[in-house]
């Protein structure tokens, strides 16, 4: 028997702000609030515990680390890299340089509080 994960727990500033910017990045819908303020977002149709992690976007006062130890990958589905750089500047992404060099074949990105994630070259099929 085996884990899988079933949900990425990102503590955050304002998750209501989070929960917009990552439901556009990655075509989720909200799938639960809890009382401490977390919101809950998902795929559509499936949320918990389908083929794809949730992410909890949960409200912290907590000042960021320096440097995360996690970060996510993302991966177009529907248009090629510099389309979906472009879209995801657009949601409010922006570049980084955390010493990647001009050489690599993805993007290091932050999201609207500072978090960092990698755009890859290569397109994915949709789930």
């Not at 912290?60 to 529907?78: G, I, M």
Request: glycine letters at 10%.
């Amino acid at each position: 028997m085996a884990c899988r994960i079933s949900e990425l727990v990102i503590d955050c500033v304002d998750p209501e702000g989070l929960a917009v910017f990552w439901s556009a990045v990655l075509g989720y819908v909200e799938v639960g609030r809890e009382s401490d303020g977390s919101i809950e977002i998902g795929p559509p149709g499936t949320g918990f515990g389908g083929p794809q992690p949730t992410l909890v976007l949960s409200p912290t006062t907590d000042p960021r680390p320096a440097k995360l130890r996690l970060h996510l990958d993302v991966s177009p589905t529907d248009r090629d890299q510099p389309a979906e750089l472009e879209r995801l500047l657009a949601l409010g992404a922006r570049p980084v340089d955390i010493g990647q060099g001009p050489d690599v074949t993805w993007h290091v990105l932050t999201d609207p509080e500072g978090n960092e994630f990698c755009l890859l070259r290569r397109r994915l099929d949709p789930l």
